[in-house]
């Protein structure tokens, strides 16, 4: 079991705990939102009960007062008419009985004036009234719901008499409609946060709404739309009132439900954005120090190899001064520098690298010479170049540690035996180098996870080459690099992006 397979295993673990958690935190939220809504629905209804109650007391109170008003009226047309028949001469009638109805008027308004609008005779009258004169204009408006009657006293004098309903009819009405408000507010500024709207029975004029904002009730597609919700949830509430009709009472749960439903939804965004914040700075930090271990370690190798490089050097040299020169000599030669070589790149990981404007094609033909002259003549090696010359910017001792590092992983893929081919192309802009191999090919599964640290599929081996590849390439020369085909059992290709010189 590799390192990455097992980093693999704690990453997944610690995730599904990681849901699990938010899991039971959002369903725990969940389950207090739909207790709070509940409530809140509750006593929604009971208040709506409590109106509907209150609304029935409000009926009866309307029936009684019209009673009242009934038996008033007929007071005042009594009143009227005994009136009549005492200021009638020609008639025979006994007015002792129409006398005693007046002598006992103590609530209903009444002016006689002349045929000049003079006031001659008044009782009764409200506050507003008694000191005045004349009969005047705001007068008659008051007595103009009953027919004045005309006194003729037979002397060419004429004079009228003017009256109006009972005082105590007056203050019924005026404490009727005082607790008609007093209902109307007491809907509209419920305390439980409904909003409500009373509308008439055809439902086209506004009586009263409350809770609801006053800017949007000015639009009448908001309000048609609300109504429609209101009647969704509930049904109208319907009260018929003795002067302004029957009345429809809409109403639905408060806007604090409707905000409470998205709060597990906002809760789990937070969170979620919260534990991606958390994963990048990690993963950051992480990256960080792994990059300074692998700088301080690729340091360290380099001088650690200077010492033993410095000493074979002069070994190969007293080689050379023998009578009989010693055969492998120029190898030798070959390998030591070589090792300078990988102690150079070694030397430059963690430095801020200087590219240089290189010719590509002959890095890449030596690169692959002195591979395929190490490996097996089992491995058949075709190589696709340009014959013309293609500059790039390039750090080429690290260009040519990839090239190796896809060399090596293509070879072991293949195992004993197989081929490798490198084909270079180009655009405008760009130059693309396929590697590609025979080899046993990589999982569909597996593809996104090859460049990662610790990931390999040998059995030895930190998984640390395509790692270095992939940052040699993307943030050393800017460039991409990828799987960019695989078939299991049939072979990868590589494909490494590189950008030309800007002219």
């Not at 109805?101 to 103590?106: D, G, L, P, R």
């Not at 806007?255 to 998205?262: F, H, S, T």
């Not at 293609?390 to 072991?412: G, H, I, M, Q, Y």
């Not at 035996?417 to 597996?446: A, M, P, R």
Request: cysteine-free.
């Amino acid at each position: 079991m590799n390192l990455y397979t097992n980093k693999k295993r704690w990453k997944w673990i610690l995730a599904i705990v990681a849901l699990l958690i938010v899991g039971a935190s959002l369903w725990y939220t969940n389950y207090l939102v739909k207790s709070i809504a509940i409530q809140e629905t509750n006593q929604v209804k009971m208040w709506a009960a409590a109106m509907e109650q209150h609304a029935g007391m409000m009926k009866t109170t309307e029936e009684f007062f019209g009673k009242v008003s009934e038996q008033e009226q007929l007071r005042v047309d009594l009143l009227a008419q005994a009136y009549r028949e005492v200021l009638d001469f020609s008639s025979d009638a006994n007015t002792g009985i129409y006398l005693e109805i007046i002598k006992n008027n103590i609530s209903i308004p009444l002016v006689i004036t002349d045929d000049k609008g003079r006031i001659l005779f008044s009782n009764n009258l409200p506050e507003n009234q008694k000191d005045k004169t004349e009969f005047d204009t705001e007068m008659k408006q008051a007595y103009s719901k009953f027919k004045p009657i005309k006194i003729d006293p037979g002397y060419g004098q004429v004079q009228w008499l003017y009256y109006n309903e009972s005082m105590i009819y007056t203050e019924l009405k005026a404490v009727l409609e005082d607790m008609i408000n007093h209902f109307l507010e007491e809907i509209t500024l419920n305390s439980v946060g409904a909003p409500v709207i009373i509308t008439d029975e055809a439902e086209k004029h506004i009586l009263s709404y409350g809770n609801l904002d006053s800017l949007l009730m000015q639009d009448t597609s908001y309000v048609r739309r609300q109504l429609e919700v209101m009647r969704s949830e509930n049904d109208p509430l319907e009260i018929d009132f003795m002067n302004t009709g029957k009345a429809k009472i809409f109403y639905r749960t408060s806007d604090l439900i409707e905000q409470i439903k998205y709060f597990p939804i906002l809760q789990f965004v937070v969170i979620a954005l919260y534990l991606l914040i958390a994963y990048l700075l990690f993963s950051w930090a992480r990256r960080s120090e792994q990059n300074q271990v692998w700088a301080g370690m690729a340091k360290e190798t380099a001088h650690q190899l200077g010492t033993p490089i410095s000493s074979l050097m002069g070994w190969v040299e007293l080689l050379k001064m023998q009578e009989e020169p010693f055969a492998g000599t120029e190898e030798m030669e070959k390998d030591i520098d070589r090792l300078q070589v990988v102690t150079d790149r070694f030397s430059k990981i963690g430095s801020v690298p200087v590219l240089e404007p290189t010719d590509i094609i002959p890095v890449i033909n030596d690169t692959m010479d002195y591979l395929q002259h190490r490996f097996s003549k089992k491995f058949e090696f075709d190589i696709q170049l340009p014959k013309e010359s293609l500059v790039l910017p390039l750090v080429p001792s690290l260009f040519r540690w990839v090239l190796e590092n896809l060399t090596k992983n293509a070879v072991d893929a293949m195992g004993d035996h197989g081929k490798i081919t490198l084909e270079l192309t180009e655009n405008s802009d760009e130059v693309f180098i396929d590697l590609s191999d025979t080899g046993k090919g990589i999982s569909k599964s597996q593809i996104k996870q090859v460049f990662k640290p610790g990931y390999t599929s040998k059995k030895r081996g930190w998984g640390l080459g395509l790692s270095l590849a992939k940052r040699i390439i993307e943030e050393y020369h800017k460039g991409k690099i990828f799987v960019k085909s695989s078939v299991v059992g049939q072979g990868t290709t590589f494909r490494i992006v590189l950008g030309k010189v800007k002219s």
